[in-house]
């Protein structure tokens, strides 16, 4: 599986942590910003992993911010991307599980730091179920009502 990564200013510490897990996990990655604590604006990290996502060049997207939902937000602008902002392994799990979620949002300043690898683990370890949950999906990207 290949992923788009990138965070803010607020994220990138955290963003850095994260890349071994993501290689022990097995997943290729694109870090698409940024490369350093400075502050930049977070919705042109969020666009760019959202595009990834949106035209098929990755498979998930991967965004770390203060609090994960100023980049959900932007993230999820982008048509066919479906962000969630997840702060333990449950709300990641059932995110991918139940939404289809394709971008995971992570607050850095809001999550424990020992937390969010078990965070990360739970989502990229999770399948969108289906059945039931397809059609609601399918609501969600303006289908069947």
């Excluded at 604590?37 to 998930?60: F, I, T």
């Amino acid at each position: 599986m290949k992923i788009a990564l990138a965070s803010d200013h607020a994220g990138f510490a955290e963003k850095e942590r994260l890349k071994p897990l993501l290689t022990d996990l097995g997943l290729q990655f694109e870090d698409l910003g940024t490369g350093s604590e400075a502050s930049v604006d977070y919705p042109d990290y969020a666009r760019k992993v959202a595009e990834e996502v949106a035209h098929g060049r990755v498979d998930q997207g991967l965004l770390v911010c203060g609090s994960g939902t100023g980049m959900a937000i932007t993230a999820n602008k982008v048509p066919g991307v479906r962000a969630a902002v997840a702060w333990s392994e449950e709300t990641a799990r059932l995110a991918r599980q139940h939404n289809d979620a394709n971008v995971l949002a992570i607050g850095a300043r809001t999550t424990p730091p020992e937390q969010i690898p078990a965070i990360v683990r739970a989502w990229f370890s999770a399948n969108f179920e289906g059945g039931r949950h397809a059609e609601r999906v399918a609501k969600i990207e303006g289908g069947k009502q």
